[in-house]
């Protein structure tokens, strides 16, 4: 009898832990840049690092973000650019969309002024509160 509480002890110990770790929101981003790809940097807020996805002129394409994209972050920022990457060519001329909650679901529409100037509007319902 022993064995089988164990063995149902650690069953359940370890549906929990894969369902917080699975624990992920849908990032929807639309490109409505007619002639040019966007680059996305997906970044835990106050962290350095950044995960990179591509997003197609005209296109619109959905990503999971978790916790592994956001270095562990509940909330995140999502800075488009056209640039190629570049350190200072995505942070200065990017549009920024912040204060997104890692586990819920956005919707980021990515345009470009006249100027050049890239924008990031967030069109997704209100966060929910962040878990701590």
Not at 12 to 30: D, E, F, P, R
Not at 62 to 79: A, C, E, P
Request: proline content about 3%; aromatic content about 4%.
């Amino acid at each position: 009898m022993k064995n089988y509480r164990r063995t149902l002890f650690l069953a359940a110990a370890a549906s929990v832990i894969s369902a917080s770790v699975a624990q992920a929101g849908t990032l929807t981003v639309i490109n409505k840049i007619p002639d040019q790809r966007v680059q996305l940097f997906i970044q835990g807020e106050g962290t350095d690092k950044h995960h990179i996805e591509l997003v197609k002129e005209n296109e619109q394409q959905d990503f999971d973000v978790n916790h592994t994209h956001t270095d562990g972050k509940n909330t995140f920022k999502v800075t488009a650019s056209t640039g190629n990457g570049g350190s200072p060519d995505w942070k200065l001329m990017g549009g920024t969309c912040s204060g997104l909650v890692t586990r819920a679901n956005h919707t980021l529409i990515i345009d470009q002024s006249a100027l050049g100037k890239i924008s990031c509007t967030n069109v997704s319902a209100e966060n929910p509160n962040p878990v701590k």
